[in-house]
């Protein structure tokens, strides 16, 4: 079966723009999971959406949000870019909170 | 203050050489321990699941144990191809089902 999708794979974006992810789930799961993940900071929590609603959140200022649809597809988007969201943001989608399944990531670089 | 540590930060092995990798946490209420393996650029690929003390699992040349504070990762017989960042991860009760990350152990095997 076909496993997480994320698109874009890489990103190059200027300081103050804004920049949406994408996240396809593995079918019939309904929660996502964004992180975050940085050489100096391993991986940081972001959020987690189940059915269309947040129901986690890490500690990220609010300029990073996110939305799920009712197919459990999943967006992030940061506004107002700085150079340290310069980051491999990764997805993970789960059945039962018991086994998380990431894609392969959306590599960005802010410059 | 919720925290996992990994142990070594970095691991050079000769092929064939077994070693363990260590996780140990300091949660209250364990739910979950699981294992992931990083290859360079690609999102953490699923390992196992740990829920309770004494519990072992096996995958090819990988084991995992848990005790009630910590966590090994025991590769026997290690071959180039198990190279990669191997991290551990915790569900913890009062965490509303966020994970709690390690920094990760680099493993670099040579031939």
């Known amino acids: 079966k076909a496993g997480v999708t994320q698109t874009p794979r890489y990103l190059i974006k200027t300081r103050g723009q804004q920049v949406t992810l994408s996240c396809s789930p593995i079918s019939g799961h309904r929660s996502v999971s964004w992180y975050q993940q940085t050489p100096g900071q391993g991986l940081q929590f972001l959020f987690e959406?189940?059915?269309?609603?947040?129901?986690n959140k890490g500690n990220f200022p609010g300029r990073f949000s996110g939305r799920q649809f009712s197919n459990s597809r999943s967006e992030m988007n940061v506004s107002t870019l700085e150079l340290g969201d310069s980051a491999l943001y990764l997805c993970a989608s789960s059945l039962e909170r018991d086994g998380y399944t990431f894609g392969s990531g959306t590599r960005l670089t802010v410059v | 203050e919720d925290q996992v540590t990994q142990s070594p930060e970095a691991l050079r092995l000769q092929e064939g050489e077994s070693s363990s990798l260590n996780c140990s946490y300091t949660?209250?209420?364990?739910?979950?321990l699981f294992w992931y393996r990083q290859d360079p650029g690609k999102g953490p690929e699923f390992l196992f699941t740990l829920y309770s003390a004494g519990e072992e699992k096996e995958k090819e040349r990988l084991k995992a144990t848990l005790t009630k504070k910590e966590s090994f990762l025991h590769i026997t017989a290690p071959k180039p191809e198990d190279s990669a960042t191997y991290l551990c991860a915790v569900h913890h009760m009062d965490s509303n089902y966020q994970l709690i990350w390690g920094a990760g152990t680099k493993l670099i095997i040579k031939p």
């Open positions: 959406y189940f059915s269309e609603t947040q129901r």
């Open positions: 949660v209250s209420g364990l739910r979950g």
